[in-house]
């Protein structure tokens, strides 16, 4: 209820022309009692309620599944639940993110907190230590491959199908590293000059 309000507050008025107090009001709260729930007016925007469910969609796939498959499958399933639940809302979320340095920036930290959260999962189900870097670099890879698809599909108002931009932004990374050769040198440009 603090988030509806919240955003039809920031789409009526904006972002920065809303207020806590504004906010706790059309909510019928103590803006006392938005602090509890949201330490900061960027929180309202990027919580939602499968947050706390990745953890647990990460812990219930195969134990042999290849670690980038179950990154992006919990990923998947997490942003179709928030779309098909509700899509304006997700669309108003994403929206204040593209335009909103502080919330971009929350996003942003939002995302790393979740790579470092899956780590020491991983950790348990699949012997892998917590701050091994493939677990870093595959995780926060896919994360950004669901920033360009949210991105596009914001920039179209919402009107393409989310899930089907995600997939095209998925399968875009997986192609382009299996087009990596790791045992081939970095090429040099001959002409360049260097320092």
Known sequence: MIQTEALRLFTEKGYAQTTVEEIADAAAISPRTFFRYFPTKEDVVVWDEYDPKALDLLESRPDDEPLAEAFRAVVRETLNGLYRHDPERLLVR??????????????????????????????????????????????????????????????????????????????????????????????????????
């Open 94 to 195: 994403v929206q204040l993110s593209a335009t909103v340095p502080e919330v971009r920036a929350r996003f942003l930290e939002e995302r790393t907190a979740g790579v470092a959260a899956m780590a020491p999962v991983f950790a348990s189900l699949r012997g892998i230590h917590p701050d091994e870097l493939r677990v870093r670099v595959i995780g926060s890879s896919l994360l950004a491959a669901v920033t360009v698809a949210l991105d596009v599909w914001q920039r179209d108002g919402g009107n393409d199908d989310l899930i089907a931009i995600l997939d095209r932004a998925t399968n875009t990374l997986a192609d382009a590293m299996r087009e990596l050769r790791p045992e081939a040198p970095a090429r040099v440009d001959r002409g360049a000059h260097l320092p």
